[in-house]
């Protein structure tokens, strides 16, 4: 992700979100050196579309999922999935052995999500989100690879 795509990027995260990020947010993560962004694009009625974006921290071995959304006039086709597909196999191949996530309570679809891909519900951050409890996830990487056997 670059600074050009952040008109789209704010869209979709306005669209997705109760309390979203804000342009200096996004900006201020392109400066933190350990902060990473990806985007992923779509053919969307013969034109490419932004369709997702996910932002990530990798620090010491640990990733730290911090924001991802989907365009919602695109969801359920599978963006969300291959986008933190990509970013696992970053994340891995950079060194990182654990990955963790902060999820609403409520996110039902978010958790299944999660859940598939081999993340565990490790603890419960009350009112994280002011008006809702964050579960934690983890995902280890040495589980998912016994998982994937």
């Known amino acids: 992700m670059t600074e050009d795509a952040l ?18 947010l996004f900006v201020q993560e392109f400066r933190n050196p350990v902060s990473y962004a990806f985007i992923e694009k779509v053919d969307f009625e013969g034109r490419e579309r ?15 999922i911090l924001d991802i959304a989907v365009d919602p006039e695109l969801r359920r086709m599978g963006l969300a999935l291959r986008l933190i597909a990509f970013t696992l196999d970053f994340m891995e191949g950079d060194g990182v052995t654990d990955v963790y996530l902060e999820v609403r309570r409520s996110n039902a679809a978010a958790r299944k999500l999660y859940h598939g ?6 603890f419960t951050r009350e009112k994280y989100y ?16 016994l998982k994937d056997s």
């Open 7 to 24: 008109e789209d990027v704010l869209r979709i995260e306005n669209l997705s979100f109760p309390q979203p990020w804000t342009r200096g």
């Open 50 to 64: 932004l369709g997702a974006y996910i932002v990530f921290w990798i620090v010491a071995g640990e990733g730290h």
């Open 117 to 122: 891909l081999g993340f565990e519900e490790v």
């Open 130 to 145: 002011g008006d809702e409890d964050a579960i934690v996830m983890r995902l280890k990487f040495a589980e998912r690879v």
